[in-house]
């Protein structure tokens, strides 16, 4: 069964960090460019960062060099750090593949919330 199961968001103050990890299951996420998005409430899903499946990375140029994508094979997972967190990247966020043809169902994401 193809899934994947977003984790690690919460409550942060301004500045802080976080790590959110996506378990994927029923594909190897290394043949895959892999994604993080967002969707805050009332505006459309982004794309935060993206990941190739030969490690290219990619931002969104509201990210400015705070996050980090990266993925661990072994434990087929997508991670993303966050550091020097603001309140306006609060949002759900999810990860799925990057080419829209080949997206999987979305997971219920997790939720980040940056406030003091």
């Known amino acids: 069964q193809v899934q994947l199961v977003e984790s690690g968001g919460g409550l942060v103050q301004p500045g802080g960090s976080l790590r959110l990890a996506c378990a994927a299951s029923g594909f190897t996420v290394s043949s895959y460019g892999m994604g993080w998005y967002r969707q805050a409430p009332g505006k459309q899903r982004e794309l935060v960062a993206g990941?190739?499946?030969?490690?290219?990375?990619n931002y969104a140029d509201f990210v400015e060099g705070r996050f980090t994508i990266s993925r661990d094979n072994a434990k087929n997972t997508v991670y993303l750090q966050m550091n020097s967190l603001k309140p306006e990247d609060t949002a759900v966020y999810y990860c799925?593949?990057?080419?829209?043809?080949?997206?999987?169902?979305w997971g219920q994401g997790t939720q980040v919330t940056v406030s003091s």
């Open positions: 990941l190739t499946n030969g490690g290219s990375t």
């Open positions: 799925n593949r990057l080419n829209p043809f080949g997206r999987v169902t």
